[in-house]
């Protein structure tokens, strides 16, 4: 059971896309999970299946919403929240080119992706303070309406990253903001409406049969 002042958000990475194998910058692009990613989603539905929870919310897109599906397997009685608040970061023009071609001709943008750039703005999309903006209000609003509860929540790496710098601040240059695994599992919790927690950051310990191959590098 979850103590009467706190919120306790147990979020989850969606599975592995085509797009995530082949190194290719996703976004907003509505991509699916390719066979491996739904075998990742199957071992966190596992993972999770003792865990009760109050309420579902997963982002809209559909490498998440099919995660947050799979999970609710073990959980019938409850029904699945979507919302735009957890999508990924809006890259705009980005969205659909290799990570590796970018790194040559958008170093600075793709600097952001390791270390803070809140006033960066990205072309035809979305800047990284309004992306922060967007995710801290969802998690904010939720930790004030949900006291007492548990609360599962299925989403996107950089929207993970950026719950990470509300709950536990920023990481300062020259060091190099952590990632999160497909199909990993990070915990925060909020006491008393405002304070905040990281209690678990990337676990992947059911994913130890599975191959992880997402990940940055420095």
Not at 122 to 151: D, W, Y
Not at 176 to 187: G, K, M, Y
């Amino acid at each position: 059971m979850v103590p009467e002042n706190i919120c306790e958000l147990v979020v989850v990475r969606h599975g592995q896309t085509e797009s995530n194998r082949s190194g290719t910058l996703q976004g907003q692009l509505d991509t699916a999970l390719d066979q491996l990613g739904i075998q990742q989603a199957q071992a966190v539905a596992r993972r999770l299946k003792k865990r009760r929870f109050d309420m579902v919310f997963s982002s809209d897109l559909n490498r998440a919403l099919h995660t947050a599906k799979i999970i609710l397997q073990y959980h019938p009685q409850l029904q699945i929240n979507t919302t735009p608040a957890l999508r990924e970061w809006n890259l705009g023009d980005l969205q659909g080119r290799l990570l590796k071609d970018l790194a040559e001709k958008e170093p600075e943008i793709m600097q952001a992706f390791r270390t803070e750039t809140p006033d960066l703005k990205i072309p035809g999309g979305e800047s990284l303070a309004a992306f922060q903006n967007r995710v801290s209000t969802f998690i904010g609003t939720l930790a004030k309406e949900h006291c007492g509860k548990r609360l599962l929540l299925v989403t996107h790496g950089g929207a993970i990253q950026r719950m990470l710098r509300y709950a536990a601040g920023p990481i300062n240059a020259p060091n190099v903001r952590p990632f999160c695994s497909n199909a990993s599992i990070a915990v925060f919790r909020c006491k008393n409406q405002e304070n905040w927690q990281l209690v678990t950051w990337n676990d992947t310990a059911h994913l130890e049969d599975l191959e992880q191959n997402d990940l940055l590098p420095l």
